[in-house]
């Protein structure tokens, strides 16, 4: 069957991002692209309490230490790697993992800087990410093996409420007028405490950086929060 490129938007906007061009479509993964509009300040707009983030009063990663990571890139990859097949399987559900959660937090921050790419290729290879290649890089040096886009990892884990975060949950949220439902992830960011998350994007900075989720923007477009790891 062949279809006018013109017809891919009404077709497929709720199931890939692409760009149409005169040689016919470039694919891209469902999400990762840049959200812009994180611009205004955490007290810039009112919003309904009920959207406030907090965290779990419980949340045993209290502190910081740098233990339980893999010893190297090298040892990442071949973990990553070992890992594949479950990712390939659209039925493998992975049970929550006990990892040092402050360790991984440490390691996610090693990245800070990393420049951001709608559609990233494996970092090892670019040294770029967008949110759900980044997010999945660094669980993956813990053992623990997400699927490629932001909306396919959002399948796995345990939900969670915006009221009672800890560290290390998984925090996903719609970007405004990417697809046609606003109930469509498109973005996710890695949480580490005190309403902040560790993320990639191109917003207010290109790449890999540190977000307060206070602002109105994150507290609008927060879709749900899942929990992989304790």
């Known amino acids: 069957m062949m279809l006018p490129v013109s017809s891919a938007t009404d077709l ?4 890939m991002v692409f760009e149409t061009g ?3 479509l470039t694919l891209f993964p469902s999400d990762g692209a840049e959200l812009g509009r994180d611009t205004d300040g955490p007290d810039a707009e009112q ?8 965290d779990d009063p419980n949340d045993p990663f209290k502190g910081d230490d740098a233990e339980g990571a893999f010893a190297s890139e090298e040892e990442a990859e071949a973990a990553l790697g070992a890992l594949e097949a479950l990712a390939a399987d659209p039925e493998a559900v992975p049970a929550l993992k006990n990892i040092n ?6 390691t996610a921050k090693k990245y800070l ?8 290729g494996p970092y090892p290879k670019t040294n770029r990410f967008d949110c759900s290649s980044y997010t999945r890089y660094v669980f993956a040096k813990y053992g623990i093996d997400l699927p490629r886009t932001a909306r396919a990892q ?33 973005h996710v960011g890695i949480y580490i405490g005190n309403r902040m998350m560790i993320h990639a994007n191109t917003e207010p900075k290109n790449g890999v950086q540190l977000r307060s989720i206070d602002r109105a923007f994150w507290k609008k477009t927060f879709i749900t929060a899942k929990r992989i790891a304790y």
Do not use: C, Q
Request: hydrophobic share 40%.
């Open 101 to 106: 959660i402050n360790a991984m937090i440490r």
């Open 154 to 186: 959002a399948r796995i884990g345990k939900t969670v409420s915006r009221k009672s975060l800890r560290k290390g949950d998984l925090l996903y949220f719609y970007v405004p007028g990417r697809f046609k439902s606003n109930k469509t992830i498109g």
């Open 12 to 15: 497929f906007a709720e199931e």
């Open 22 to 24: 005169a040689d016919g």
């Open 113 to 120: 800087g990393v420049p951001y790419r709608f559609g990233a």
């Open 47 to 54: 919003v309904d309490p009920s959207l406030d983030f907090a």
